[in-house]
């Protein structure tokens, strides 16, 4: 299996426009989680999914961000419209039940 | 709240090294553990996942021991390589959902050729 996969891996936008980060899970995981990442607040959890249907968003910062899977095999995660505290490494994440949870190579957002 | 403790930050070591890193969590009643390796500018790799049941897993040079009624969890790096340089992260799972994990802010090691 190729892992989990996203895409962009980097996307630099101006502030107020619309960024759309896309991930592809590892095969068979009927887990599926976005996380972010900053120097300041380290490693969070924005909203992860079960089967495709969203479990808890509590994580997700504001209604700018809204996340979607349509199918077992692909998400997305959107800003909309971005500002520049919007700037961070976002990463999809897979599992299987309680197993090992397995993680993209994450999209950089830059946001000016 | 489940807060995860990761000590020291930074560590740097000669190669060839025994290393011991260490995270403790608050909440006991988990179900398992994670590491994780990150390199710089990419995404985090699991390194070893030990179950509630385990006191121990080991992967090559690496052994990770779990102590829940202490909540607390060790990663021995036995014969450090600079290879190994890299951020360290433990993450264990939330109190309202054992799905969800929960991530120290990790240890930055840097092995010294």
């Known amino acids: 299996d190729a892992g989990v996969i996203q895409s962009p891996r980097h996307e630099v936008t101006e502030m107020g426009q619309e960024v759309t980060l896309r991930c592809k899970p590892i095969?068979?995981?009927?887990?599926l989680f976005w996380y972010r990442q900053t120097m300041m607040r380290g490693l969070e959890l924005l909203i992860y999914?079960?089967?495709?249907?969203?479990?808890?968003d509590s994580g997700m910062p504001e209604d700018r961000f809204s996340a979607k899977m349509p199918n077992a095999s692909f998400s997305t995660l959107k800003i909309q419209p971005s500002e520049p505290r919007d700037s961070a490494v976002y990463f999809c994440?897979?599992?299987?039940?309680?197993?090992?949870?397995?993680f993209g190579e994450g999209s950089r957002l830059t946001v000016l | 709240k489940q807060e995860v403790t990761q000590i020291p930050a930074a560590l740097s070591v000669p190669e060839g090294e025994n290393l011991v890193l260490n995270c403790s969590f608050t909440?006991?009643?988990?179900?398992?553990l994670q590491w994780f390796r990150q390199d710089p500018g990419k995404g985090l790799t699991s390194l070893l996942l030990i179950q509630s049941s385990q006191r121990e897993q080991t992967s090559g040079r690496l052994n990770a021991s779990l102590d829940k009624s202490s909540g607390r969890s060790t990663l021995y790096i036995a014969a450090s390589q600079p290879g190994d340089s890299a951020t360290y992260l433990c993450a264990v799972p939330s109190m309202d959902s054992s799905y969800k994990l929960i991530f120290g802010s990790g240890t930055r090691l840097l092995v010294r050729p």
């Open positions: 909440d006991s009643a988990i179900y398992n």
């Open positions: 994440a897979s599992r299987q039940g309680l197993g090992e949870l397995f």
């Open positions: 999914f079960n089967n495709n249907v969203p479990i808890d």
């Open positions: 095969s068979g995981h009927d887990y």
